[in-house]
């Protein structure tokens, strides 16, 4: 089946610091995802991508779909307290194959933030 | 749109009572899925559906796991009878189509004692 290994599995930085997590995948995507979830809540969309080199910016946030679509990172700027959480990457597969639709989500990235 | 929408936010039972979680997706999404998440084991998709039609159960954990959609907007996952280690938070998630971003609800936890 389908593996989504993300790395790192947490991140203990200062505040300002800029950071780097990625996943990547046994299989080809075509669509990557990344969530980020606060504690006691659901995963919140942050970045979504659908083409394979694809790169795209939410804010401090930057995110791209690399080009052999098995493989995604996401950075973030300038951290704040207010970026701590769990970070998750998530993929579906392409159309026309038997898991067409299936959501699949690496391990996640705890992310600390030290101001 | 209010969002996934989940019930109830906490439930806790006794082992070998029969439990059922509640979801009502976004309106007009084909998408519905179900995931559980514990520290162990992250998220895990259970099921997922599509046009109310179950697509890939194998993420079910065992025959006392059963999920349904009667209607494109409901679904429950029932759990009968409960055990010890079903305790976790378990999440609805709903999409527009099989290749577009999902929505999460906020989320059910599950303590069974």
């Known amino acids: 089946g389908q593996q989504l290994n993300q790395s790192p599995q947490s991140m203990f930085i200062q505040e300002g610091e800029d950071v780097s997590m990625n996943c990547t995948s046994s299989?080809?995507?075509?669509?990557w995802l990344w969530y980020k979830q606060d504690p006691g809540e659901g995963p919140v969309l942050l970045i979504a991508?659908?083409?394979?080199?694809e790169l795209t910016s939410n804010g401090r946030l930057t995110a791209q779909f690399g080009i052999t679509r098995k493989d995604s990172f996401l950075n973030i700027s300038a951290s704040i307290p207010s970026d701590v959480g769990i970070y998750f990457c998530a993929g579906q597969p392409t159309a026309g194959g038997t898991s067409y639709g299936k959501l699949t989500f690496g391990q996640g990235t705890i992310l600390t933030v030290h101001p | 749109d209010a969002g996934v929408i989940q019930s109830p936010r906490h439930e806790v039972t006794e082992m070998g009572q029969e439990v059922t979680l509640r979801c009502k997706p976004i309106s007009g999404h084909d998408y519905l899925f179900w995931y559980r998440q514990t520290m162990m084991r992250g998220l895990e998709l259970l099921i997922y559906?599509?046009?109310?039609?179950?697509?890939?159960d194998s993420g079910m954990p065992e025959d006392r796991f059963s999920a349904k959609m009667p209607n494109a907007s409901f679904s429950t996952l029932k759990i009968q009878p409960s055990e010890p280690r079903d305790s976790a938070v378990y999440f609805c998630a709903s999409s527009l189509r099989g290749d577009t971003e999902a929505f999460f609800g906020q989320g059910t936890r599950l303590t069974v004692v």
């Open positions: 559906f599509n046009n109310n039609v179950p697509i890939d």
């Open positions: 299989s080809i995507f075509n669509t």
């Open positions: 991508l659908y083409k394979a080199g």
